[in-house]
């Protein structure tokens, strides 16, 4: 209960930062390997991707969390 009603701080407050840049050479990455590699290679680096980006969201509501509890304290 309480880390959903922080979990909606957080989306409630969370601005996301401009990576256009940083976007762009991901993108153009993922077309270089796609072109690349054979259709299960495709869907082995794609599960990566997935599973990278949920760490990442779940590190930042985490840090969100963790900074949140330490002010309130």
């Known amino acids: ?12 407050f969370y601005i996301r930062p401009e990576l256009d ?3 762009n050479e991901v993108e153009k990455c993922h077309k270089a390997l796609i072109a690349a590699l054979e259709k ?3 869907r082995l680096v794609l599960r990566i991707i997935d599973a990278q980006n949920l760490m990442i969201e779940q590190r930042s509501v985490d840090g969100f ?7 309130w304290e």
């Open 21 to 23: 840049e940083q976007e």
């Open 1 to 12: 209960m309480e880390n959903k009603l922080l979990k909606e701080l957080y989306d409630c």
């Open 40 to 42: 299960p290679e495709r």
């Open 65 to 71: 969390i963790c900074g949140f509890r330490l002010a």
